[in-house]
């Protein structure tokens, strides 16, 4: 038995090198191979890729201040704004971006206006149903200070604020009024909060109403406002406020005209002030509502021209019946940021005879008065590994033909100029202004 062992571990010792070497040559065709399919792809790449990654190497080993990859490819990933629409986002940013263009708050519901006024800030929009209107924080305010509390208070910009807003939860106080001077102001005291956004708000002579989403699957319920009726209002007409195509919004829309209907209204006013835009598919849910036209079923809402030259109608469903009749008059207020889906809304209710040019109310300063002209539509493409890149990607027309972008629609067009203020303030001129030209 030992010998029989002996003789198993000689034969054994002697086949050892083959293998190895088997192994190696294997091995080494392995590396070559990798090696090979890696210059080949390094080589397709194309010189000017291949001095950019040379770049970020080099960036990341020697820049003075110390740089990681994550650091430069943020800087490079801001090339991708091609315009002011155009822009690649991070898994988490995208993320983000979701959840907002779902209806979901997660902040204090304020944006402020890019322009201060005597030095203090303004804000631009407070969202409906946020922390912020729950606070009674309003449209056109000015902010004095803010800080954690009272006794800790502080002045700054709006970068600065917006940076002591970002990402608090704990309680929050701002000194804010609709007087520059800083006589009606008061402590307004909220948190950032998870909440779910109110993109409409429903007013006429007697009431206003918010519908609101009780959770993420229930129904639409309404709520009274505390803003209350719209006095001035003609008695048999109602007034809607869409802030944005996103979310719930057309479901709201529907909502808030179902209301009127009850409400024995049969003429509207719809608010685009200050309205960006959104998605295309709210967007033409709610145009749904407004081709007073003969043609049943599916009606062009607008159709967009790529630069290869194809073109993609996109549809809506006919629905003016359910909520107006012949006799109805249908009139748009709009601003300078009246934008994108709101001028193509616009665009849908002008061409399918809902809207006429001087049922369109814009407000006028130094002599002008349009809408912004935005008439581009964006996609958004995933990346494989992520990432999303949104990139404009047609120019779009209204189903007359027409094509707003850089022009938006104008005075000149025979819209109505109403001169007011951008923001409202504790008084909003340009609605008070409308309601005495339709008395």
Excluded at 92 to 109: I, K, L
Excluded at 187 to 202: E, N
Excluded at 332 to 351: H, K, P, R
């Amino acid at each position: 038995m030992s010998e029989n062992e002996g003789g198993m571990s000689a034969r054994k010792e002697r086949k050892f090198p083959a293998i190895a070497v088997s192994v190696c040559a294997v091995g080494l065709a392995l590396i070559f191979g990798f090696l090979a399919g890696w210059t080949a792809r390094w080589y397709a790449l194309g010189t000017d890729v291949r001095n950019l990654l040379w770049a970020v190497g080099e960036a990341r080993d020697h820049y003075y201040t110390g740089l990681t990859e994550d650091d430069i490819y943020e800087r490079l990933f801001d090339a991708f704004r091609f315009d002011s629409y155009s822009q690649f986002y991070t898994r988490e940013e995208y993320e983000a971006v979701r959840s907002m263009n779902a209806g979901e708050g997660a902040d204090t519901g304020l944006s402020f206006s890019r322009i201060e006024t005597n030095g203090l800030i303004r804000i631009y929009r407070v969202t409906g149903n946020s922390p912020a209107e729950a606070a009674g924080l309003s449209d056109g305010m000015y902010v004095f200070r803010f800080g954690p509390d009272r006794t800790d208070l502080r002045t700054g910009s709006a970068t600065e604020l917006l940076a002591f807003l970002s990402g608090r939860r704990e309680e929050l106080v701002l000194e804010a009024g609709f007087d520059g001077s800083g006589e009606d102001a008061a402590f307004y005291t909220l948190r950032a909060d998870d909440y779910y956004i109110s993109y409409c708000l429903y007013r006429d002579s007697g009431t206003a109403v918010r519908f609101l989403r009780e959770g993420k699957t229930g129904e639409l319920l309404g709520h009274a406002a505390a803003i209350g009726g719209l006095s001035g209002l003609p008695e048999d007409t109602a007034y809607i406020r869409l802030d944005r195509f996103y979310g719930t919004a057309a479901e709201e829309f529907e909502a808030c005209l179902a209301y009127m209907r009850e409400r024995g209204r049969t003429n509207l006013v719809v608010d685009l002030r200050r309205n960006g835009g959104g998605s295309i598919d709210v967007f033409r849910q709610i145009a749904g509502f407004f081709p007073r036209t003969a043609d049943k079923g599916r009606v062009l809402a607008c159709y967009a021209v790529y630069n290869d030259g194809s073109r993609t109608e996109l549809y809506t469903q006919n629905n003016y019946s359910r909520y107006f009749g012949e006799d109805t008059h249908i009139k748009v207020l709009a601003d300078e940021n009246t934008a994108s889906a709101s001028e193509c809304l616009i665009g849908t209710m002008v061409s399918c005879g809902a809207l006429q040019y001087d049922g369109i109310y814009l407000r006028e300063e130094g002599g002008t008065a349009r809408t912004y002209g935005k008439g581009i539509m964006q996609t958004t493409i995933m990346s494989p590994y992520g990432g999303a890149l949104k990139l404009t990607t047609a120019r779009v027309y209204w189903p007359n033909g027409t094509t707003i972008h850089g022009t938006g629609v104008r005075a000149e067009d025979g819209a109505i100029p109403v001169p007011a203020p951008v923001l409202p303030g504790k008084t909003d001129i340009f609605l008070e202004r409308f309601l005495g030209m339709i008395a």
